[in-house]
Structures are given as structure tokens and as C-alpha cells.
Nanobody, 126 residues
Framework: QVQLVESGGGLVQAGGSLRLSCAASGHTYRSYTIGWCRQAPGKEREFVAGITWSGGSTDFADAVKGRFTIPRTKEKNTVYLQMNNLKPEDTAIYYC???????????????????WGQGTQVTVSS
């Protein structure tokens, strides 16, 4: 089993940037596909972005394409979500999740993920 801890959330003005971190511990000798999902008040949890366990493929929700990226780093147990040009509608709790199926594609349905972090709040003011 893997444990996930998110950090980096906060309050930012529209047009600003934040970088979220997802630190994994536990059974990190396995490789997991890592996804980022978010949940705004009164809304269902939705997929935002993800990177496959091999690092060979990423996917992004249409709402964030061109603004969010997953930077490639040499840090083995940490995945980042770089969020640029933030909008008020990006306000939500952002969750990091892990999928151990080792597929070739990033799951885009939140229930396909097996492990979840506690979430980090992102608030974008207008």
C-alpha cells in the first residue's frame, strides 16, 4: 500500500500560479500511475491530470489543458502539478491519487484510483 500527501495549495489571485506536490511513501518500490482530481463545493470529484506509472504518458482534462502541466523531475517519489493562469473556477480541494493497475493510459475516472491523499485546498480569487 502507498500513502500520499499533498501540499502546495493556498490562496492566489486569478492569473497566478501554484505548484502542488504529491509525496508518496510506503510501497514505493512499485510504480503507480498518479492522478490529480479536484472537488469543488457541491460538485462531484473530477479528473484534472495524470501521469502513467512509466512516465511515458500524461493526460489533462479539457478545462486545464494549456494551463496545467506535470513537470518531469528526477524525484522518484514526488509528482508535481504546475498550475498556471489560474481561474476562479479552479477553486477546489485537489487530491492526489494512485492507480496500481499499471495500464498504458491515465485513468480519467476518479473511482478507478486505488489510493488517495487527504487533499489540499486551492482558492483562486477574482
Amino acid at each position: 500500500q502507498v500513502q500520499l500527501v499533498e501540499s502546495g495549495g493556498g490562496l492566489v489571485q486569478a492569473g497566478g500560479s501554484l505548484r502542488l506536490s504529491c509525496a508518496a511513501s510506503g510501497h514505493t518500490y512499485r510504480s503507480y500511475t498518479i492522478g490529480w482530481c479536484r472537488q469543488a463545493p457541491g460538485k462531484e470529484r473530477e479528473f484534472v491530470a495524470g501521469i502513467t506509472w512509466s512516465g511515458g504518458s500524461t493526460d489533462f482534462a479539457d478545462a486545464v489543458k494549456g494551463r496545467f502541466t506535470i513537470p518531469r523531475t528526477k524525484e522518484k517519489n514526488t509528482v508535481y502539478l504546475q498550475m498556471n493562469n489560474l481561474k476562479p473556477e479552479d477553486t477546489a480541494i485537489y487530491y492526489c491519487a494512485a492507480d496500481d493497475a499499471r495500464g498504458v493510459l491515465v485513468p480519467t475516472i476518479p473511482r478507478e484510483y486505488d489510493y488517495w491523499g487527504q487533499g489540499t485546498q486551492v482558492t483562486v480569487s477574482s
